[in-house]
Structure formats: C-alpha cells, structure tokens
C-alpha cells in the first residue's frame, strides 16, 4: 500500500514538473514572438520611411550642394537597413538612420527656401506622420522586449531559456539628437 502511495507521490510530482515546463516554454515561445512581430510591425514603416528619404534627399540636395557627405550616409545607411536581415542589425541601422535624419532636418532649417518649397513641406509631413506611428509601436516593442528579457531571467524559466537558447534582445534606443527640442520653428 505505501509503494502504492509513493508511486502515485511520484508520478503527480512528475506530472507537475513535465506541465509546468511545458507551460514555461509555451510563455518563452510566445514572448519571443511576440518581439518578433513588434518588430515586424516597426519594419513596415521603417521600411515606408526609408522609401521616403531617397523623395527627401533629391529635394534637400538641389538647396545643399556642400552637405554631399550627409546625404551619402543616409543614403548608405538606408542601403544597408534594408539588406539587413537581422532584427539587431536593422535595430541598429535604424537607430543610426534616425540620427542621421535628424541632422537632415536640422540643416533644412539653415535654408529658409527649402522649408518653403511645397514638395519639401508635404513630403517632412509624410515622415512626421511616419515618425510618430514609429514611436507608438517603438514603445510597444520595447514593452514586448522588456517583458521576454525579464521571463527569460527569472527563475525557473532561465533553467528552460537559457539551454534552449533564449538570449536577452536589445531595445530600439533613442538618439540624444531625438530628445531635443528646439521649439516649433516658423
């Protein structure tokens, strides 16, 4: 009777184990897409945007002649986002985008003629709409990010993520040339 009790204490442990490692990795598999395809949703518009610049350069150059170098690394940087086919590469490349960009638009204000032209003013709007779904979906990305980075390190998910392969994800950062503000600009 006591083998039989024992038997039936072991296999309820076993039970449990074998569920709660299956319920451990069906979180990890569902966190891991879940980056996946935040990110795929921030791909689409960073790849609208990046149709977008070659629009944006051909009107800066015509005012720009000196600033050749700016608009060859955009131009690169562009190239090299979209041959990316990591997630971390792009992220990065995105990232580098984004500060280059933004020194596009900076130098746009030194040329009163430029922000005038109507092509130049319709085309900034496209990207400002482009830009703020990109920091709504940023956000939740990071959100998703974050959330797998932290199950993937607590315990006892890290005994299951960790031999299988689940690694930390890196966050999309924001550049400081982002963070500043210079004032609405007339």
């Given at each position: 009777?006591?083998?039989?009790?024992?038997?039936?204490?072991?296999?309820?442990?076993?039970l449990?184990?074998?569920?709660?490692?299956?319920?451990?990795?069906?979180?990890l598999?569902?966190?891991?897409?879940?980056?996946?395809?935040?990110?795929?949703?921030?791909?689409?518009?960073?790849?609208?945007r990046?149709?977008?610049?070659?629009?944006?350069?051909?009107?800066?150059?015509?005012?720009?002649?000196?600033?050749?170098?700016?608009?060859?690394?955009?131009?690169?940087?562009?190239?090299?986002?979209?041959?990316?086919?990591k997630?971390?590469?792009k992220?990065?490349?995105?990232?580098?985008?984004?500060?280059?960009?933004?020194?596009?638009?900076?130098?746009?204000?030194?040329?009163p003629?430029?922000?005038?032209?109507?092509?130049?003013?319709?085309?900034?709007?496209?990207?400002?709409?482009?830009?703020?779904?990109?920091?709504?979906r940023?956000?939740?990305?990071?959100?998703?990010?974050?959330?797998?980075?932290?199950?993937?390190?607590?315990?006892?998910?890290?005994?299951?993520?960790?031999?299988?392969?689940?690694?930390?994800?890196?966050?999309?950062?924001?550049?400081?040339?982002?963070?500043?503000?210079?004032?609405?600009?007339?």
């Open positions: 009777m006591q083998n039989i009790i024992g038997f039936v204490i072991l296999a309820l442990i076993i449990f184990i074998i569920t709660s490692g299956v319920r451990i990795y069906n979180r598999v569902m966190l891991n897409l879940n980056v996946d395809k935040s990110f795929a949703n921030i791909d689409v518009l960073l790849k609208q990046a149709d977008e610049i070659p629009e944006l350069i051909k009107i800066v150059k015509k005012y720009m002649e000196y600033e050749e170098g700016l608009m060859t690394k955009v131009t690169e940087l562009r190239t090299k986002y979209l041959n990316a086919t997630n971390d590469n992220i990065k490349t995105a990232n580098e985008l984004n500060k280059a960009f933004a020194n596009i638009l900076a130098v746009s204000e030194n040329y003629d430029l922000k005038a032209n109507t092509s130049f003013v319709s085309l900034q709007g496209r990207v400002s709409e482009l830009e703020n779904h990109l920091a709504d940023r956000e939740l990305y990071n959100d998703s990010v974050n959330l797998y980075n932290i199950v993937i390190n607590e315990f006892p998910a890290l005994l299951l993520a960790k031999p299988l392969g689940y690694s930390n994800k890196e966050l999309l950062q924001i550049s400081k040339i982002e963070k500043q503000y210079h004032g609405v600009q007339f």
